[in-house]
């Protein structure tokens, strides 16, 4: 009797143990959250950055004055409240008091004030400074033409910013949420110049910080204890893999190896649907796939070229056989749907028969003195994807009708993108753009003659400078709309970029993956989500 309850008893400390190991291990277990991503990042240096692949992780390391929220609504970041002048033209934004870097440090209102004055000195070499050029005197400071100090921001105090704007901006508030405005920690940028970006010596104030960049292999992020909410940050790892072959991140998807692929393979997108059912999300986004075109090449100098090779290209095609649907014809480079504009300016022959717009397409052609004698040869650059490679074949069937020989370069994405801002020689060039806030002027503006890391054809038009200006400083918004789709007509006249389609978001989210939700602008920080085991 004695030796059974010794066992029985033995046996129920056993038990015990074995539950307080077992929730031991449970509180302790770590989150992991791998995501595809498109590429590798250029860099990760918020002020010289470009691309989504660099935004999508730059949103989980840093936080702006303000973000955007799981359903890409503007919520407070760094900034718990703002305020602004009667006249629209300065911005007070109050700083929370428990916001810190990664390193226990807090987070003041001068760490904005050297980030905006390091992004907005010509020094820095950021191609994406004109983004900022709404606030006084940015443009001066980029151009080298006033000190940086001049930038019109300020810290009246360590929990107090203000802004003042050269003009009031209707959409100043959404333009914070990009990745221009994530601030930089200025000790790390002064000791460590470029090399701050070194997972060593990264600080971050953002939901998570660097823990390991691996080029071509994997990103490792993990949580950042001292972010003010990382008591609701329910991740404890994000690992970014690279995956510009999409049908490689649908493997691992299919695999379980990855919670989400960031694009699908929309040649395999019958089977996707088929098989992974509600894992696959299709949205309206806001962008625009298009040909860059250098109009200032002899060849193209003649804008009815680059007219003629717009009309014949079949977008109805490309969109159903190619992308499956996927994505949406485009005669227009401002996209639909976007806010404070209306219908974009379509081209005139929108609605014209293909075979009536391939005869006509000809015709320019030969009014441009091109023909049998003398063929117009073209060579169309491209980043690496399936996709792209059969868009620009197609393309290049289509313009063999008109008479125009076509060559292909075929190169990996940050090459493609660094080359494109870098200036090099190119004839036709694949690129996308995808708003950064809902506005028709953060698509139009990539063509002003001043702005050139973004304005890939070398286009110049002091009509079309003349209206972007005027509408800058225009602050009602109908008659804002008005100018701006004037200086769409013209784009769509000149056709420095060739719009083909319009984007619709593509992803694979796993149902273990919770607190994704599908926005137009695609953005989904992993602060917002958690994995279910």
Not at 126 to 150: D, F, R, T, V
Not at 162 to 173: D, V
Not at 217 to 244: M, T
Not at 362 to 391: C, D
Request: aromatic share 12%.
């Amino acid at each position: 009797m004695m030796r059974s309850k010794l066992l029985s008893y033995a046996a129920g400390i056993g038990l015990a143990a074995f539950l307080v190991s077992a929730l031991a291990s449970a509180a302790s277990a770590e989150t992991t959250y791998t995501r595809g991503n498109d590429s590798d990042p250029e860099t990760l240096d918020q002020h010289k950055t470009s691309t989504i692949s660099e935004r999508n992780i730059l949103t989980d390391l840093y936080e702006g004055l303000v973000v955007y929220g799981a359903r890409a609504k503007v919520v407070p970041g760094v900034a718990e409240s703002w305020e602004t002048s009667d006249d629209g033209l300065t911005w007070t934004f109050h700083l929370r008091d428990d916001a810190k870097w990664s390193n226990g440090e807090p987070v003041t209102a001068e760490d904005f004030v050297f980030s905006y004055r390091r992004i907005l000195d010509p020094q820095t070499g950021a191609k994406y400074a004109n983004i900022l050029y709404p606030i006084k005197n940015a443009e001066a400071a980029s151009e080298g033409k006033l000190p940086p100090q001049e930038v019109g921001v300020t810290a009246p105090d360590a929990h107090t910013l203000q802004i003042t704007l050269e003009n009031a901006t209707p959409y100043f508030l959404e333009l914070l949420t990009h990745q221009t405005s994530m601030p930089v920690y200025p000790p790390a940028v002064e000791k460590y110049g470029t090399d701050f970006v070194q997972p060593e010596n990264m600080v971050t104030n953002g939901a998570y910080t660097l823990a390991e960049f691996t080029p071509n292999s994997r990103i490792v992020l993990v949580k950042n204890e001292n972010f003010h909410d990382a008591a609701n940050v329910k991740i404890d790892k994000v690992v970014y893999i690279p995956f510009e072959d999409r049908s490689a991140c649908l493997r691992r998807f299919e695999a379980g190896e990855v919670q989400s692929c960031s694009d699908i393979p929309t040649e395999q997108m019958k089977y996707v649907k088929e098989t992974l059912g509600d894992q696959v999300r299709i949205a309206p986004y806001l962008g625009t796939y298009y040909y860059a075109v250098k109009a200032d090449k002899e060849k193209f100098a003649d804008v009815r070229v680059r007219q003629a090779l717009s009309m014949a290209i079949d977008r109805e095609f490309i969109a159903d056989e190619i992308w499956a649907g996927a994505m949406l014809p485009a005669w227009s480079f401002v996209p639909p749907g976007i806010g404070n504009y209306g219908e974009p300016a379509y081209a005139e022959y929108k609605d014209m028969d293909p075979l009536d717009r391939e005869d006509r397409a000809k015709e320019l052609l030969e009014e441009a003195g091109y023909g049998e004698g003398k063929p117009l040869k073209v060579e169309i650059r491209y980043n690496t994807g399936e996709n792209h490679q059969n868009t620009a074949t197609a393309i290049a069937d289509m313009w063999k009708n008109i008479g125009v020989a076509t060559t292909f370069v075929n190169v990996d994405g940050a090459t493609h993108y660094a080359y494109l801002r870098d200036k090099g020689d190119f004839d036709i060039a694949r690129a996308g753009w995808i708003g950064d806030y809902s506005d028709p002027q953060n698509f139009l503006f990539l063509v002003e003659s001043d702005n050139p890391g973004f304005n890939y054809a070398n286009y110049s038009n002091p009509e079309y400078d003349a209206l972007m200006e005027k509408a800058e400083k225009t602050t009602d918004l109908e008659a804002r709309a008005k100018i701006l789709k004037e200086a769409e007509a013209i784009f769509m006249r000149d056709l420095p970029y060739i719009p083909i389609l319009y984007y619709s978001s593509l992803s694979l989210v796993s149902d273990k993956l919770k607190g994704w939700e599908d926005n137009l602008v695609n953005v989904h920080a992993s602060r917002w989500m958690s994995v279910e085991e």
